[in-house]
């Protein structure tokens, strides 16, 4: 941008000057319809805007954190952007099977799961890209760069092996980058990451997050109801009967009171 280092997203429409041939200066940034990023109490990072559906992209090996995937879900709710989780190595059997019982937590929750393997076959994914700006978010190591290169061989974005003895990915990928699948349809892969901060979302905002809250919403006892400890909250009174799970709570919890800014990798 003229004077600027910052202030454009990957996946944003812009009105640009052309200054001299193939380069030029970004004049205007249109209204985006969804910006998703990442903050804690100091800065935030930008992770793509105008993007419709979020892959949430973990693997059989290595082990990913289902707090990280609530805070992908809160983030994706609070922009209104579709969600697809997407179960990377799904040829490695066991692990895989291990993985989808993790997963049926969500899948109860009717988000999208997709179990693929990128070395192999990931022609049941492509159905899901038509007619989206996706952007492919996960943790480390979850293979979110093979993915690419297999659904765009002339992407070549870079790829490492993962630590087993550490149970982790290493981070290739530095930046965000869009690419065009057909003229209504593209994906942007994003860098990793090992943190998903949520300090941007008002605390009264939060439970927007969590869908299997959204029932009891307007139901409470008190009208500023945080759903900690107080009488009469219908969100509370769910979980003791079972309508919602004590671990998406706890996630909630701490995003609430503890914690909006940390790693979630607490597995």
């Not at 209104?80 to 019982?101: G, R």
């Not at 790829?159 to 994906?187: F, M, P, R």
Request: proline share 3%.
């Amino acid at each position: 941008m003229r004077g600027k280092k910052s202030g454009v997203a990957c996946g944003d429409q812009v009105e640009y000057q052309l200054t001299t041939i193939g380069q030029g200066v970004i004049e205007t940034v249109q209204p985006r319809i969804s910006l998703l990023y990442r903050s804690d109490a100091f800065k935030e990072k930008i992770i793509a805007a105008n993007v419709t559906q979020i892959i949430i992209v973990v693997a059989a090996v290595p082990s990913f954190s289902e707090e990280l995937i609530s805070r992908c879900l809160a983030a994706a709710e609070s922009e209104n952007i579709e969600v697809l989780i997407v179960l990377n190595k799904a040829d490695l059997i066991a692990p895989t099977q291990t993985a989808m019982q993790t997963l049926s937590l969500y899948q109860n929750l009717d988000y999208r799961i997709l179990p693929v393997s990128a070395l192999q076959d990931v022609s049941a994914l492509r159905p899901h890209l038509r007619n989206h700006l996706s952007v492919l978010a996960g943790q480390s190591g979850m293979g979110k760069s093979t993915l690419l290169n297999s659904l765009i061989p002339e992407a070549r974005r870079a790829t490492a092996e993962i630590s087993v003895a550490l149970d982790s990915g290493t981070h290739t990928t530095t930046y965000s980058q869009l690419y065009h699948l057909d003229e209504n349809s593209a994906v942007i892969d994003s860098p990793g990451f090992q943190e998903f901060g949520l300090n941007h979302i008002k605390e009264e905002n939060l439970a927007w997050g969590f869908l299997e809250f959204h029932p009891y919403f307007g139901q409470c006892k008190f009208s500023n109801c945080r759903h900690l400890k107080e009488p009469g909250c219908a969100i509370l009174t769910a979980v003791k009967q079972g309508k919602i799970t004590e671990k998406r709570l706890g996630f909630y919890h701490k995003l609430l009171c503890r914690d909006r800014s940390g790693t979630g990798l607490t597995r």
